[in-house]
Structures are given as C-alpha cells and as structure tokens.
Nanobody
Framework: QVQLVESGGGLVQAGGSLRLSCAAS????????MGWFRQGPGKEREFLAA????????YYADSVNGRFTISRDNAKNTVYLQMNGLKPEETAVYYC????????????????????WGLGTQVTVSS
C-alpha cells in the first residue's frame, strides 16, 4: 500500500504560480510512475501530467504543456507539480496518483492506470 498526501494548494491570482507536492509513504516512490490530475466543480477528473519511475520520461496534457512541469525526488519520496500561468478556469482540486510504470508508460492519461490516489489539495485561481 502507498499513501499519498498532496500539499501546496491555495489561492493565487490569475497568471500566478504554485508548486504542489505529493509525499508518499508505505513503499518507496521509486517503485511507481506518478501522475497529477484535477477535478473542477461539476467536471470530470482530468489528466495533467505523468512521470516515469526514474523521472526520465514525462507526459503532459495539451492544456498544460509548456506551463506545468512535473518532477520527482525519489530520495525524498516526493513528486512535484510546478504550475505557472494559472487561469481562473483551472480552479480545482488537484490529485496525485501512483501506478505501475509499464502501464502508465502506455496509457498515462487513463485514471484506471493508477492504483493509489491522494485526497487532493484545493487550488483556487482568482481573476
């Protein structure tokens, strides 16, 4: 079992930046590929970014490519999501998730590829 706890959310003005963290416990994070998703009010949970176990390969949704950066520090058992240029419509609860590396490499955008999920952190972008 892996427990994931997100942090770093909050209130930010449009155009601002936030850095989310996802701390893992229970098993070494290096055993898993990791992803970030978000779910806005009345919307489905959507894929944002994923990273393989070593950090050598990343995947991004078109909507955030060039503005968001996913990274990981396996020694700290932590994954990060640097978010720049935030927009009001990106107000949502942001979730991190962990899954098997070989599966996420094939279908990184699919929620069912991820076995473990955190409870999320709220990000609010004001206009």
């Amino acid at each position: 079992q892996v427990q994931l706890v997100e942090s770093g959310g909050g209130l930010v003005q449009a155009g601002g930046s936030l850095r989310l963290s996802c701390a893992a416990s229970g098993r070494p994070l290096s055993s898993y590929a990791m992803g970030w998703f978000r779910q806005g009010p009345g919307k489905e949970r959507e894929f944002l970014a994923a990273i393989n176990w070593s950090g050598g390969r990343t995947y991004y949704a078109d909507s955030v490519n060039g503005r968001f950066t996913i990274s990981r520090d396996n020694a700290k058992n932590t994954v990060y999501l640097q978010m720049n240029g935030l927009k009001p419509e990106e107000t949502a609860v942001y979730y991190c998730a962990a899954g098997q590396d070989h599966l996420i490499a094939t279908i990184p955008t699919r929620r069912y590829a991820y076995e473990y999920w955190g409870l999320g952190t709220q990000v609010t972008v004001s206009s």
